[in-house]
Nanobody, 125 residues
Framework: QVQLVESGGGLVQAGGSLRVSCAAS????????MGWFRQAPGKEREFVAA????????YYADSVKGRFTMSRDNAKNTVYLQMNSLKPEDTAIYYC??????????????????WGRGTQVTVSS
């Protein structure tokens, strides 16, 4: 049974930092690409970042490029999203997702088979 569990969300002031994590179980983690998506109230879910199975390819949405860093630790079956210089518009529920069918990573939510329940990130102005 696949489980993706996000953690590390919270409330932070604009300009601050947070690191969210996603721990995976029930999958051969090192064979999966992973992605982070977010959904703000009243908006559609959007791509944030993705990382290939090896960590060699990483993709970012333009809105977070230069501020967010995605990484993975295959020994710990965990991916991370380090978020710096946070803005109020970064407020959303952040979801991690896993895909075995797009091992180099994908910016498309439909490429991902398994999803976590999300962690709330709130950035106050």
């Amino acid at each position: 049974q696949v489980q993706l569990v996000e953690s590390g969300g919270g409330l932070v002031q604009a300009g601050g930092s947070l690191r969210v994590s996603c721990a995976a179980s029930g999958i051969a983690f090192s064979r999966y690409a992973m992605g982070w998506f977010r959904q703000a109230p009243g908006k559609e879910r959007e791509f944030v970042a993705a990382i290939s199975w090896s960590g060699g390819n990483i993709y970012y949405a333009d809105s977070v490029k230069g501020r967010f860093t995605m990484s993975r630790d295959n020994a710990k079956n965990t991916v991370y999203l380090q978020m710096n210089s946070l803005k109020p518009e970064d407020t959303a529920i952040y979801y991690c997702a896993a895909t075995a069918t797009a091992p180099q990573g994908s910016t498309l939510s439909r490429s991902y088979d398994d999803w976590g329940r999300g962690t709330q990130v709130t950035v106050s102005s």
